[in-house]
């Protein structure tokens, strides 16, 4: 990135302007500082503590060092719906891990995957995350800056996020708030409950289509648990079909807890273009509604 200094910013120091004007966290500064050429005043190296002038040209490499990734490249087929030199947005299959995982050493994940498409090792910057079992749209930053940028935004209307679910049975009421905390369950390394000293978290639902026990829900999270759709959806009695960790395995209609994160709407972090994406449902959730469409 390269800023001509303002008349604004004349006399403030080069970790001033990266901290308070680009947001640059202060683990990138720190990594900033000890990469040779990372910084450059009017083209030659500069430390942070130097005072700024109008006029003055600040280059900074936000890229990040090539090699640093750590995960292994697998060739995969991967659906991305939007890329640019900043960050990209898979159409995530299932089961599909994001991460590698003692639970399944060897796996190859969309981690390994996105290796191999983005090439040259290159560190893997998810800014949400979707479980193993959810498909849809997930937001994955190509440098540790566009990330930090981006988690900021996260749950707030500049980062928007839609998912659908299948649940079974139905809520008390078409459209609703679940606002219980979700903490660790007492003796499991994965599952979450719901629990009065446990964090805050905001769900929102409404109901899109019924057809006999099983309703078709849109589901807004205003908040960032682990698993926070499938706890909230079991605490109010409609778990989602198939969920065998909060509601009851069901292989013989859908493998997986039905679940897909359907529409994505954010503010590009340098642009600030408006970037709306959507999905829609996979085979294996649509047939349980085959005459139901999207607005």
Known sequence: MTITITAAQDGRTVR???RQDLLVSATL?????????ALLLNGAPVFTNALLRAGDVLTVDLSDPAGAGGVPPVPMELEIPYEDEDLLVVNKAAPLAVHPSSFAPGEPTLANGLAHYLGGGRPFHPVSRLDR???GLMTVAKSQYIHNLLRQELHTDRFYREYRGIALGAPPAETGRIDLPIARAEGSPIKRCTESGGAEALTEYQVLCRRGELTLLRLTPRTGRTHQLRVHLAAIGCPLLGDWLYGTE?????G????HAALLRLRHPLTGEAL???AALPADMARFFPDWRED
Do not use: F, Q, Y
């Open 250 to 254: 069901d292989t013989e209609r859908i």
């Open 276 to 278: 709306s994406l959507a």
């Open 16 to 18: 001033g302007v990266l």
């Open 29 to 37: 500064l720190g990594r900033l500082k000890r990469r040779e050429g």
């Open 256 to 259: 997986r807890p039905a679940l």
């Open 133 to 135: 079992g959810t498909t």
